[in-house]
């Protein structure tokens, strides 16, 4: 099963609105990491977070690595369309150990 | 386009049979992982190959094998398939073995019927 718990699960926000997701675990993390999913594709990675407290943007989207090392946030500003998708978090305890995901945070954008 | 190549990218087939799913990393990596996403389990890791030898298993079944070939490329082996076993399968790849920054392949669709 899943250890981390991502919300919200779905979003249905207005063409030009912030967006904020986050996810959380019990267990610390040495890496966070957050993909996009659109339809029929896989996943692709968006940011990539290596050190606690670190703050990383990618265009409009933003991404922290929280402080205790058991969140991350993702943020997404003035969104549009084509940021519809299925968004989800993953991390990483240790270098070697496998990705654990998140469930998704599914984003509708109404134009 | 990530790099990663899959196929098939849509297989049906019948309880009971056995599929195998190809996988082509990124020119250059090392590493190959496969997932299995389903709608009530999300992304599952199954198995992580570095450089032909395998690094890591998650949950993957008895009934499911893997391997890396000499040229890096993979393949995942399901039989005695079951219905349960309907679900994307996605190959990843990295040039290490740290197992974090992973590139998708757009997957392979498998339906059991």
């Known amino acids: 099963g899943q250890q981390l718990n991502q919300s919200p699960q779905s979003m249905f926000i207005q063409e030009g609105e912030d967006v904020s997701m986050n996810c959380t675990s019990s267990?610390?993390?040495?890496?966070w990491l957050w993909y996009k999913q659109d339809p029929g594709e896989g996943p692709v990675l968006l940011i990539a977070l290596y050190k606690a407290g670190e703050l990383t943007s990618n265009g409009r989207l933003t991404a922290q690595f929280g402080i205790t090392r058991k969140d991350s946030f993702l943020n997404i500003s003035a969104s549009i369309p084509s940021d519809v998708g299925i968004y989800f978090c993953?991390?990483?305890?240790?270098?070697?150990?496998?990705?654990?995901f998140g469930g998704g945070t599914r984003l509708m954008v109404k134009p | 386009d990530s790099g990663v190549t899959q196929t098939p990218k849509h297989l049906i087939t019948a309880t009971g049979q056995r599929v195998t799913l190809r996988c082509s990393p990124r020119s250059g990596d090392l590493s190959v992982y496969w997932y299995q996403q389903s709608l009530d389990q999300g992304l599952q890791f199954l198995i992580h190959y570095y450089n032909g030898e395998e690094r890591a298993k998650g949950n993957i079944l008895e009934r499911f094998s893997a391997q890396q070939f000499p040229d890096l490329h993979s393949e995942l082996n399901l039989s005695s398939l079951e219905l349960g076993d309907s679900a994307l399968y996605f190959c990843a790849s990295s040039f290490g073995a740290s197992g974090n920054t992973i590139y998708f392949g757009e997957g392979s669709w498998l339906t059991v019927v």
């Open positions: 267990s610390i993390f040495n890496t």
């Open positions: 993953a991390g990483q305890r240790s270098a070697g150990n496998m990705l654990t």
